[in-house]
Structure formats: structure tokens, C-alpha cells
């Protein structure tokens, strides 16, 4: 067996192919230490409180509440949407949410694990995977909680409910490979994250979380090339048995998707040594 | 571990390392956004300052083989630990090349991982996920681990309940599990109690044969009795490289040598106006330099303030560390000194002076006769270098003979 030898120098010498190949190596080669970190900050995140779980759906939860309330009391009229209202707004919601969390995971975790990354050498990618691994917890006790609400207010089962667990990896993989884009950028300039929170605000209005998609103007042009737009809609026909409307561009959104993870985990791997200079010195 | 490997190949090779900072955060950020894009971009540009950088590596070359240990000394921000960060993976250099052969373990940081609110039994896990364990290989190694940092009471419980010495001590149980080629040890080992201490030393001792170890440490005695050759950083340059460790450990003290004098406490009673080494023809710097073998004469003029009997003298010898190494006899009563027109002179001789090589420091402390009460104390009141062509570690260099016994 001859030594591994590793090499340190000025110039990148590895070509993007060999970079995503030793990243998707490391990736991998890490799933332990990812399931070990993810398990580390689930653990202790729920053995501090009491409330627990609770916190991972109170901001879907209130959303939705507020717009049940606003459209039960008439304050505001919204469009019919076909299933029961409580249910349209939940499951957008807490579709929403978990798009919001996907995006902001790379940046957190990476940012949560500064104090070794400036000390210890390890496959970093293990934080992006302990990330989507903490984001695949939180989701899938969200859709227990959505699978609830769809039999509580009577919208029943469909076999395509079966199918709804793959639209919301989808979301996933939309907003991770938004996120990790947007991660070494936001991990040098803390604006990053604060464009992040702001702006989801505001791309809410323009997506159909709430309310439908209206049948003209200037809205509907929005809402209908939103990218994510499709992928709320789809996982939301899944739900409540419709036949997806805009699964072409879901599946388009998605495909688009894959080549710029790709990507982006090598401008990551590129980026760490940079990052991590900058912030140790 | 590769055993049919020649045992003295070169593990460590660095060359021509180069690494800048920039003073400035706002400006630090902004060189992070375009060395990003440099990066992408693939420019292999030389790299020259900019604005507001400076060099913290410069241009520092050195190899290592199996078994041997580089002692890395130097004052505060000489560029010790960013010349680790680069031999460790975690930044580039902006120029030369490092060539590392095998598996790399760093006692940088101890207990990485771990999260204060689980127990000490699953941070083992976390810590050793981290330092590049399989789940196999901790629980196969759990039991070792817990009983290296014997910690078997405690170790379901919360590590925040922890001390700060036993965390230390558990995430070096873990630590010490590795199996590296190549170990980077920063000033990790400087925690922790003594008893912890040796085990430590134990450990590297264990290791070393097999390792080429990188020591950054300030504890110089700590240097000599590890590392085969030591680089004295400066500024970010290698001052100097070698394997005459005591040589560079020198030049490592000369920089801290103006220690100057400390009044640690004075009633104004008397004042010292004199301290010197009577006899002493060479001096370098300002120090009077003595041969090993010497006799060591101080000659003291003190002012007297008050009237008072001849007080007490006392002179305690320390080393570069602020040891104490030796404390000479104090007056008795039966000396001759005398108190003349309000003031006293006197020469403290100790012959046959068997200090090792080095630089020492002298406090004198005076108190009364009558009391022993306090009346002046000065550290680091003169110093003396003591020149010698054996190079030894301990304080003092007796003088010895030896003479054959009929068996």
C-alpha cells in the first residue's frame, strides 16, 4: 500500500471534472460523519426544550392560521381553489417552509461548524449532507403533520399522496442548490443572509402558497414563471389527488437543478480554503 | 502504519512557502470575493501584495522524514500556526508547494465536535466522526478511549458539567487513537494537569518512531526534549533552521533578552545604586558573560535611608523561563559587612560557578535583621550569560570525575 500524498500549492492543478469527482468522493466517504453531526445537533436541539419538534412547524402552522382567518372572516376574498382552504393554505405553507429551510441549510450549517473548519481538516462536504440530513428529519415529521390535515378535513387518500415524499426532495434539491450558490458568498458578507430571510417574504406573495394563481395580469405572469411555483403546485396536486398542471416545468426546474449542484459543490470545494482564510487569519 | 516502507522517507516536504493576510476586514472580505473568483477562474497570476497585506509565511522551506520531529518556536504572530493551517490542508498557499505523504493527524484543536449538552459517550462519536474514525473503528475503540482519559464515571454525563482539564483529556483519548503518519501538535498539551502531561508525552514517545511530527510549543525545555530540529520563525521567515536545537533556542531568547528590572517592593527605606559582576572582562550586549567554572562575584552598593543594623541580603538566580535555578546563602551575622557613612558595599563571590550555558537573571530581596521584615525587592535586577562549549538542558553542569572500582 503506498501513502496517500496530498499536495498544497498556490495554482488550482485539478480541472472542474476532477473537483466534482473528489467532492462527490468526499461526499460519500462522509455519510457517518454527516449522520453523526446531524444526529449531534437533532439531539441536542430537542433534549434542551420541551416544546421540541413543535418549533419546526409553529411559522407554517401561524401562516397559515392568519390566512384561514383572513379568508373565513371575509376580510380577504380569494379565489376558489378547489380543495378545502385550511389545506391549500397548510400544505403551502409548510411546502414554503421547507423551501426556505433547504436554502438557508448549506449556509448554516457550514457557518455552525466555523470553529473546526478553521482548525481541522475533514470532508466538508459532510456538513452540506448532515444539513439535507437534518432537513430531511424536519420535513418528513411536516408531512406526517400534512398527511393529518389532509385526512382531518376530509380531502381522503389518494395514491398519488404516495408520490408526494419525491416532489418534496425536489423542493429540496431546488433550495439546496440555491443555497449552496449562495453559501460562500454568504459565508464571507453576512448581507447574504439577511437578502435570504428578506426576500423569501416577499417571493411568498408571488408564489402560490396562499392563494391560487389569478386568471390575468401582471400577477399571473409572475406567479406562472416563479420557478418555484411549480414545484409548491405539483407537491400540492400530489397531496389532494389532482393531476399536476405544471409537472413538465417541475420536472424542467428539477433538471436544471442537477447540473448546478453540480456546480455548486465544486465552487464550494474551491471556495472553503478561501473562506476559511478569511475568517481565521 | 507501513511497515515494509524505508523508515526515513520524506514525509513533509515543504517549498518555498509563502502565505499573506490582510490587516484590514472590510478590504480581507473583498480579497476573499476575487481570490473566489480566481479560483473558478483557474488565472495562475503570480501572486504580488496588495494593498494593505503583508507577508505571515515567507518563503519557508524545510523537509521531514519518518521519526523525526520539527520544532516550530518564535514569538506571537511569527506565522507558527499559519504555517500549520497550510501543512494541515485548511488554507493555500499563495506560493511554493507543500508535499504531505500519508495520513495527517492534528492535535490543533482537541475535542472538535463536541456539543456540551450530550454526554461524553456520544462527543466521542461526534469528535471521532470528525478526526476521520468509522463508526467500526470508535466502537471498537470506545473502551480504550474511556479509560485513557479516565473519565469512566462521568462519561454519561453532560460534557458542559465537564472540566475544562477533563474535556481536554477526553478529546486527547480520542485523539491519541489515531494512527497518523504525519501529527501536527499546536499548544494543546500546554492544559491540563501534570499527571495528564506525562501520559501525553508518553503517547508522542509511543509514536514517534512511526510519525513525522510538527510541534509548535513555547515551552522550551518542552522543544528539547522532543523535536531533532527546530525552525525559529520571525516575522514570518525562517530565522533559523536546523538541527542544533539548542543554537535556534537561543536565538529564540535573545529576542525576549531586555526583560529589564522589576521593583516588585520597596518601603523606600534603602536603595540599591549599584549591581554588577566584579571581574568580569566580557561583555556582549550589555550582559556580563562568564565562563562555566567561573567564580561568580556581585558586587552590590545599597543607600540607606534610615539607620538601621545590615539588613538582610538575599539573591536567588533565575533561568530564560523565570525558573528559580539556585539561591545563594544569605549574609550571617558574623560577616563583615559595615554600614559607612549611611551606605554598605560588598562583593557575594561563589566560586566554582556550574550553571549550564545560558542566560540568567538575579533578584535580590533585602529585609530586615531584627524581623525579617521586607524592605526592597527587585526582580530581574542584572542578568549574566554563562558561556560553556557543552550543550546541556538542565540548569546546572556538575563538575564530575569518574574513577574505576575493582569489580
Not at chain 2, 476573499?32 to 519557508?60: T, Y
Not at chain 2, 474511556?146 to 486527547?172: C, N, T, W
Not at chain 2, 522543544?223 to 525562517?238: E, K
Not at chain 2, 528590572?261 to 536603595?271: A, K, L, Q, T
Request: aromatic share 10%; with cysteine; net charge positive.
Amino acid at each position: 500500500m503506498s501513502l496517500e500524498t496530498r499536495v498544497y500549492q498556490k495554482e488550482r492543478t485539478l480541472k472542474m471534472g476532477a473537483l466534482l469527482k473528489a467532492s462527490l468522493k468526499d461526499l460519500l466517504g462522509s455519510r457517518f460523519l454527516a449522520r453523526q453531526l446531524a444526529e449531534r445537533d437533532i439531539k441536542a436541539q430537542y433534549r434542551q426544550s420541551y416544546l421540541g419538534i413543535l418549533w419546526a412547524f409553529v411559522t407554517p402552522i401561524a401562516t397559515a392560521a392568519v390566512w384561514i382567518f383572513l379568508n373565513s372572516s371575509g376580510t380577504v376574498r380569494l379565489s376558489d381553489t378547489g380543495v378545502p382552504y385550511p389545506v391549500y393554505a397548510f400544505s403551502g405553507t409548510l411546502i414554503w417552509s421547507i423551501i426556505v429551510a433547504s436554502i438557508n441549510s448549506p449556509m448554516q450549517s457550514t457557518n455552525a461548524a466555523k470553529g473546526i473548519l478553521t482548525k481541522i481538516n475533514f470532508p466538508k462536504e459532510a456538513l452540506l449532507l448532515s444539513g439535507v440530513y437534518k432537513l430531511l428529519f424536519d420535513s418528513s415529521i411536516k408531512i406526517l403533520l400534512l398527511v393529518l390535515f389532509v385526512f382531518i378535513f376530509g380531502v381522503g387518500f389518494h395514491w398519488s399522496l404516495l408520490l408526494m415524499p419525491v416532489a418534496v426532495l425536489g423542493a429540496v434539491l431546488f433550495g439546496s442548490t440555491l443555497g449552496l450558490f449562495l453559501t460562500p458568498i454568504g459565508l464571507l458578507y453576512k448581507d447574504i443572509g439577511k437578502i435570504i430571510t428578506f426576500g423569501m417574504q416577499f417571493l411568498m406573495y408571488v408564489t402560490p402558497v396562499v392563494y391560487a394563481i389569478p386568471k390575468d395580469g401582471i400577477m399571473k405572469i409572475l406567479m406562472t414563471y416563479n420557478p418555484i411555483t411549480p414545484i409548491i403546485l405539483t407537491t400540492r396536486d400530489l397531496v389532494v389527488g389532482f393531476t399536476p398542471q405544471y409537472l413538465t416545468y417541475f420536472l424542467m426546474v428539477l433538471g436544471v437543478c442537477v447540473p448546478l449542484l453540480f456546480l455548486g459543490l465544486v465552487l464550494y470545494r474551491i471556495a472553503i480554503p478561501i473562506i476559511v482564510e478569511r475568517l481565521s487569519a | 502504519m507501513n511497515k515494509e516502507q524505508p523508515n526515513n522517507e520524506v514525509l513533509v516536504k515543504v517549498e518555498g512557502l509563502s502565505k499573506k493576510f490582510c490587516k484590514d476586514l472590510k478590504t480581507s472580505l473583498w480579497y476573499g470575493v476575487k481570490d473566489m473568483v480566481n479560483g473558478v477562474r483557474g488565472s495562475s497570476h503570480e501572486r504580488q501584495l496588495r494593498p494593505k497585506e503583508f507577508w505571515a509565511v515567507k518563503e519557508v522551506s524545510f523537509e521531514l522524514r519518518r521519526g523525526e520531529c520539527l520544532g516550530l518556536i518564535g514569538h506571537n504572530g511569527a506565522g507558527k500556526s499559519t504555517l500549520l493551517k497550510i501543512l494541515n490542508g485548511l488554507i493555500n498557499p499563495d506560493a511554493g508547494k507543500v508535499t504531505m505523504k500519508g495520513r495527517v493527524g492534528a492535535l490543533i484543536e482537541l475535542g472538535a465536535g463536541f456539543n456540551p449538552i450530550l454526554s461524553g459517550r456520544e462527543n466521542i462519536y461526534n469528535n471521532g466522526a470528525i478526526l476521520g474514525f468509522s463508526r467500526k473503528e470508535i466502537d471498537t475503540k470506545l473502551d480504550d478511549i474511556i479509560a485513557f482519559a479516565e473519565l469512566e464515571e462521568f462519561i454519561d454525563m453532560p460534557v458542559q458539567h465537564y472540566s475544562s482539564g477533563m474535556k481536554v483529556r477526553l478529546g486527547f483519548a480520542v485523539a491519541a487513537q489515531m494512527e497518523p503518519d504525519i501529527l501536527i501538535i499546536d499548544e494543546v498539551l500546554a492544559v491540563g494537569d501534570l499527571g495528564f502531561m506525562l501520559k501525553c508525552f508518553k503517547t508522542i514517545d509511543a509514536i514517534l518512531p512511526n510519525t513525522a511530527i510538527v510541534f509548535v510549543s513555547h515551552n522550551m525545555p518542552m522543544v528539547s526534549r522532543i523535536c531533532s530540529q527546530v525552525i525559529l520563525m520571525d516575522n514570518g521567515q525562517a530565522k533559523f533552521l536546523g538541527v542544533d536545537v539548542g543554537k535556534g533556542i537561543d536565538l529564540y531568547y535573545n529576542r525576549f533578552s531586555d526583560n529589564g528590572s522589576n521593583i516588585i517592593f520597596d518601603d523606600g527605606s534603602i536603595v540599591v545604586e549599584d549591581v554588577k559582576i566584579s571581574g568580569c572582562a566580557n561583555h556582549k550586549n550589555g550582559i556580563p558573560q562568564l565562563l562555566w567554572g567561573d567564580t561568580l562575584n556581585i558586587y552590590l552598593k545599597i543607600r540607606l535611608n534610615l539607620t538601621m543594623e545590615v539588613p538582610i541580603f538575599g539573591i536567588s538566580i533565575f533561568d530564560k523561563e523565570q525558573r528559580p535555578v539556585a539561591i545563594l546563602e544569605h549574609n550571617k551575622n558574623d560577616s563583615n559587612i559595615k554600614i559607612l557613612d549611611k551606605g554598605i558595599a560588598f562583593n557575594v563571590k561563589h566560586n566554582n560557578l556550574q550553571l549550564s550555558k545560558g542566560v540568567y537573571s538575579i533578584n535580590i530581596w533585602v529585609s530586615k535583621t531584627e524581623n525579617k521584615e521586607p524592605m526592597l525587592r527587585i526582580n530581574g535586577v542584572m542578568s549574566f550569560q554563562v558561556i560553556s562549549d557543552k550543550e546541556v538542558w538542565p540548569p546546572f553542569l556538575l563538575a564530575a570525575t569518574y574513577e574505576n572500582c575493582n569489580l
